[in-house]
């Protein structure tokens, strides 16, 4: 990443937390200003619904237009993989000056350049390799490590976390293909673990770097947790990845270990997280109690399917609300760094989420035919209780 | 963490820009020394709810004969009250104005007491069939009482419950009680034309919101739903025989667009653009372009659209 873009995202990291603070009426309008000036930001940015309506319309044209030169030349062959990458490589080179020379970041505009820039470099790498009539094993290989290279090298140079995540799960696919790949998946989860939470906190690297080191480290942890599940393990989920017909886990004599991780690797991370206090590690410890859960009722019928779900939710509801009240309980509402107090989140995009979860699907209410006499709860399929109609 | 906001805090303080006791604050949250889960609880409450609905329903569905419907109704109706009574013990006094929320779980305690009533109507509705034929009318019912609760406890999410319940009576309304109302037009038309108009009627009520401020923080919840199912009936109707529909469209996605503009609410204007292009694409599309004329069209037009976009963002961006 350039110095400049660093450094401006280390401001744009002050200013967003200063209008958190002004949220929560914890500073005036007088203070903030007063930071938004001391913090100037430089780049040109664009908010959330600007920024995906200027994504979608980007990545449209540049396909469309790709299409076109496609349609008006008709190559046949190597030469559509060769027009494929020239463009891709075109996209990059936009990218750069985007976000070097114009100063762009968060505009949508330049991360839909370096989406689609990457995707016809890799998909045109894939087209020329297969016309050169490469083993599709080797192909699929070599086109699973240029993309986790590429998506790395955009992360690292353009600064988005999306591109570590998604560079992570094609290093884990890659990983797949090798005939050890459960054994290689645990092993790079955990090599790999310690380095991204030692980084993702790192005050030498700007904020976005910290989050893409975040966001790698969650693939990390899901890839380290699928490696151990007991229904993956009987599935051969990771083996069913690579190339040729998954061996049989089931009878294995590692079993143990499968059932010993499903169980302890859940309860580690909500551990860490609690100690270390770090949300990742408490919210991703949280999802795969739930998978642990849900592998639990694949394999142990302890009771029907409508108990575990009332119980479960019933639950997640007073545990939500014991949790609360432990927290309030404690001096200035709050116990072991943890609160219950919103602090200085921006609640209301979760707020909105909420509203339209409960305009789009509501489950009301929903008549039985009369033939059928038996009861069906759930959403109707446009608008809410329980409508059959549709809009 | 966030080492630079941490840094921020120690420097604004030195600065006398921020008090010792802001300072100290801002500054431990950034360091991580304070992390709030306030966000988990609410989605952990909200998952709750709909996790613990489908149990219920799945209860009721495979227990309806072995039950009992008298204990069935019973409990789902005790169930509902107890959380409807825990509501209204915790609720402030009613106001016409955005109240805060009593505690953590207010809101989301309403909406379960909601849909155990919703599930317990419908029960009743498919045991014991009181309305018969004319069964729809307990959706208007639920709407009514959904949006009764809402206001009274002060719920965005029970309103747009009671918005989207009503709008399914009346697109089951149309189907099943209206037929012959509506037998000069194709039950599709007749469809969009009630989302139209319940659309509108939407649209009407979060207009009225606001200058008579009775609930006027509802208007973005009933605006939003007003042109969401305005531009999805009209949207159903693209590519059909006639062009009105795909104009039809393009006013309306046009009209969302400068209201949106006018009020700076960016998410409805997005949408009312998106709706307007798609519009105007499906115009296009009916000359049959081709291929060629196609992706000429698309990558010049969304380019415009874009270089358009920018432009109302630095128009925007002084204010």
Same mark, same amino acid.
């Given at each position: 990443m350039r110095p400049d873009g660093a450094e401006a995202d280390r401001r744009r990291e002050v200013r967003a937390a200063a209008r958190g603070w002004r949220r929560a009426s914890a500073i005036d309008d007088a203070t903030l200003a007063a930071i938004r000036a001391s913090y100037p930001d430089d780049r040109g940015r664009l908010g959330p619904a600007f920024r995906s309506l200027a994504f979608v319309l980007t990545a449209l044209a540049l396909n469309a237009a790709f299409f076109f030169v496609i349609a008006v030349a008709d190559p046949r062959g190597d030469a559509v993989g060769i027009l494929a990458l020239a463009f891709g490589i075109v996209l990059c080179a936009l990218t750069e000056v985007q976000i070097? =020379?114009?100063?762009?970041?968060?505009?949508g505009i330049e991360a839909a350049s370096a989406f689609v820039g990457i995707a016809y470099v890799i998909g045109a790498a894939g087209w020329l390799m297969n016309e050169a009539h490469m083993p599709e094993r080797t192909l699929v290989l070599a086109v699973l490590a240029l993309a986790a290279a590429l998506l790395a090298a955009a992360a690292a140079r353009w600064g988005m976390p999306l591109c570590a995540a998604l560079a992570a799960g094609a290093f884990f696919l890659l990983l797949a293909r090798s005939p050890a790949g459960r054994l290689f998946w645990i092993a790079a989860a955990a090599a790999a673990a310690p380095l991204l939470v030692i980084f993702g906190d790192s005050?030498?690297?700007p904020p976005v770097h910290r989050r893409s080191c975040q966001a790698a480290l969650a693939v990390a942890l899901l890839a380290f947790y699928a490696a151990f599940n007991l229904w993956s393990w009987d599935h051969a989920f990771v083996e069913s990845l690579g190339p040729g017909r998954a061996p049989? =886990?089931?009878?294995?004599?590692?079993?143990p270990l499968a059932m010993a991780g499903t169980v302890l690797i859940p309860a580690a991370a909500l551990a860490f997280g609690i100690r270390s206090r770090r949300r990742l590690f408490l919210d991703l410890g949280v999802v795969l109690a739930v998978a642990s859960l849900v592998t639990l009722r694949f394999y142990v019928h302890v009771a029907p399917l409508w108990l575990i779900l009332t119980a479960g939710g019933s639950a997640a509801i007073l545990g939500s609300l014991a949790i609360r009240r432990f927290l309030d309980s404690g001096?200035?509402?709050?116990?072991r760094g943890f609160t219950a107090e919103p602090l200085f989140e921006d609640l209301s995009r979760q707020g909105a989420l909420e509203t339209a979860a409960a305009l789009a699907s509501a489950p009301s209410a929903r008549r039985v035919p009369a033939e059928d006499r038996s009861f069906t709860s759930g959403g109707g399929r446009f608008g809410g209780g329980g409508a059959t109609g549709e809009y | 963490m966030s080492p630079e906001v941490a840094a921020a805090a120690e420097r604004l303080g030195e600065q006398g820009l921020l008090s010792p006791a802001q300072r100290a604050l801002f500054a431990r949250v950034a360091r991580g020394e304070l992390v709030s889960v306030y966000r988990e609880l609410r989605l952990a409450l909200y998952a709750g709810i709909l996790v613990a609905m489908a149990g219920v329903g799945l209860l009721v569905k495979e227990n309806f004969a072995r039950l009992g419907p008298l204990a069935v109704a019973t409990a789902l109706a005790l169930a509902a009250a107890a959380c409807l009574a825990w509501v209204q013990r915790r609720s402030p006094a009613f106001s016409w104005r955005e109240a805060a929320s009593p505690h953590l779980a207010f809101e989301y305690v309403l909406l379960l007491g909601v849909l155990l009533a919703g599930a317990d109507l419908a029960y009743v509705e498919a045991r014991f069939?009181?309305?018969?034929?004319?069964?729809?009318?307990h959706l208007l019912a639920m709407a009514i009482v959904a949006g009764v609760l809402a206001v009274r406890y002060d719920s965005r999410i029970v309103f747009s419950l009671a918005l989207s319940t009503f709008a399914a009576w009346r697109g089951v309304s149309v189907v099943l009680l209206e037929k012959a109302f509506w037998s000069g037009s194709d039950p599709a038309s007749s469809l969009r034309a009630n989302a139209v108009g319940v659309g509108v009627a939407f649209l009407l009520l979060g207009a009225a919101l606001v200058p008579l401020d009775r609930?006027?923080?509802?208007e973005p919840v009933a605006v939003h739903a007003g042109w969401i199912l305005v531009l999805g009936a009209l949207a159903s109707g693209?590519?059909?025989?006639?062009?009105a529909g795909d104009l039809g469209l393009l006013l309306a996605g046009g009209g969302v667009a400068a209201f949106a503009f006018r009020r700076a609410r960016f998410s409805l204007f997005v949408l009312g653009v998106l709706a307007a292009y798609v519009a105007l694409s499906a115009l296009f599309l009916r000359i049959d372009p081709g291929f060629t004329g196609g992706s000429l069209w698309f990558a010049l037009t969304s380019l415009a659209v874009l270089g358009g976009l920018l432009g109302v963002h630095r128009r925007l961006r002084p204010a």
């Open positions: 070097g =020379l114009l100063k762009r970041a968060e505009g005050p030498r690297l049989a =886990l089931k009878d294995s004599s590692l079993r001096a200035g509402r709050e116990r | 069939a009181p309305l018969g034929p004319a069964w729809p009318w609930k006027a923080h509802f693209l590519g059909g025989r006639s062009p």
